[in-house]
């Protein structure tokens, strides 16, 4: 197994599945499907999904509404994927932890190390919600924060393309795929990976960031695994 404990970060647009807004169930139940097979080959998994197929920060202060309110507002957006996402899990058999930047009673206990690292020796899954719990952090800075914390092995930024590549794949047909990429080739190269951020307190902390399809049933095992399915960011 190339990685014993990773932080998944997942996009909250991809739970829309064929949907214009919201959570689609069979897009839900696939996820929880491959974190489960992931699960039971060892792998320590824990979980930061975004909120944008609900309310997006950035979009509300585009649309004249206070920022703070905005980011706020987002941040209550992952809390919601998150509880669907665990409470798909559990029916799934498998036990969860779900703690948040934001503390919620009676949903979730405020993260912290400690909790975060206790659950996940227990062999539960733990997700993550509410971002950094302050405005103007994304969800990605927010995973790439908690994966510092739980002292995982990488990040694992499932998205519905199947590495990073010289240009959107989906816009360009010509554009190649990275296999591996180096922070500062990523950022030379202006690759929008993960915001800078993010990207910044990867590179300080030595922490890969593996980019690969979530939406292809059965990739999270292959990259635990090993397989070359996406593209690989370190040092």
């Known amino acids: 197994m190339k990685y014993k404990r990773v932080l998944l970060k997942l996009s909250g647009e991809s739970l829309m599945g064929g949907q214009s807004y919201g959570i689609d169930p069979k897009m839900l139940e696939q996820y929880a499907t ?10 320590e998994v824990a979980i930061v999904i975004g909120g944008g197929n609900i309310f997006r920060g950035l979009s509300g202060a585009a649309g004249g509404m206070d920022r703070v309110q905005g980011d706020y507002m987002g941040m ?9 996402l665990q409470a798909e899990l559990e029916r799934q058999g498998l036990r969860t932890e ?19 690292q206790e659950a996940l020796a227990e062999g539960r899954v733990v997700i993550i919600g ?21 002292q995982a092995d990488a990040i694992l930024k499932g998205t519905r393309v199947d590495g990073v590549y010289t240009a959107d794949p989906e816009k360009n047909p010509t554009a190649t795929k990275y296999q591996t990429l180096s922070y500062s080739e990523a950022l030379e190269k202006k690759l929008k990976i993960m915001d800078l951020t993010a990207f910044a307190l990867a590179e300080d902390n030595n922490l890969p ?8 049933a059965g990739n999270l095992l292959r990259v635990v695994e090993g397989e070359p399915v996406g593209t690989i960011v370190s040092r």
């Open 98 to 116: 779900l703690l948040g930047g934001l503390t919620i009673e009676p949903i979730c206990k405020g993260m912290s190390r400690r909790r975060a």
């Open 76 to 84: 209550l957006a992952t809390m919601i994927n998150s509880l669907a």
């Open 130 to 150: 509410g971002g950094t719990g302050n405005p103007y952090f994304t969800t990605d800075t927010a995973s790439t924060l908690r994966a510092i914390e739980i």
């Open 209 to 216: 960031i593996y980019v690969f399809d979530m939406n292809r």
């Open 34 to 43: 491959d974190i489960r097979q992931a699960v039971e080959h060892g792998v």
